[in-house]
Nanobody, 115 residues
Framework: QVRLVESGGGLGQAGGSLVLACIGD????????WGWWRQTPGNQREPVAR???????DYADSVKGRFIISRDNAKSTVYLRMNSLKPDDTAVYYC?????????WGQGTRVTVSS
């Protein structure tokens, strides 16, 4: 079982940037695609960005052109650079494998964007 640990959230200002990191400890990290999801109270977790095992990214329309997903296989870490932050980006962010069979979700990292 892979343990997922997200970090890097916090308070950001509209127009600013944050970088999230997720360590996928305990599995064959580099053979998997990974993604970021976010969740706000009362809503389902929604996909934000994903990256394939060979590094191809894909983004939700709401973050396209603002967020950048990347991975460092040597560190078993996937990153999400969040630029041009908007208050609507406020959420708890989670990472997981892109596979339909997910690992146990981590605690997530909370991002709050002030206007």
């Amino acid at each position: 079982q892979v343990r997922l640990v997200e970090s890097g959230g916090g308070l950001g200002q509209a127009g600013g940037s944050l970088v999230l990191a997720c360590i996928g400890d305990g599995g064959i990290f580099n053979m998997r695609g990974w993604g970021w999801w976010r969740q706000t109270p009362g809503n389902q977790r929604e996909p934000v960005a994903r990256i394939t095992s060979d590094g191809k990214p894909d983004y939700a329309d709401s973050v396209k052109g603002r967020f950048i997903i990347s991975r460092d296989n040597a560190k078993s870490t996937v990153y999400l650079r969040m630029n041009s932050l908007k208050p609507d980006d406020t959420a708890v962010y989670y990472c997981n494998t892109n596979s339909p069979v997910k690992f146990n979700w981590g605690q997530g990292t909370r991002v709050t964007v002030s206007s």
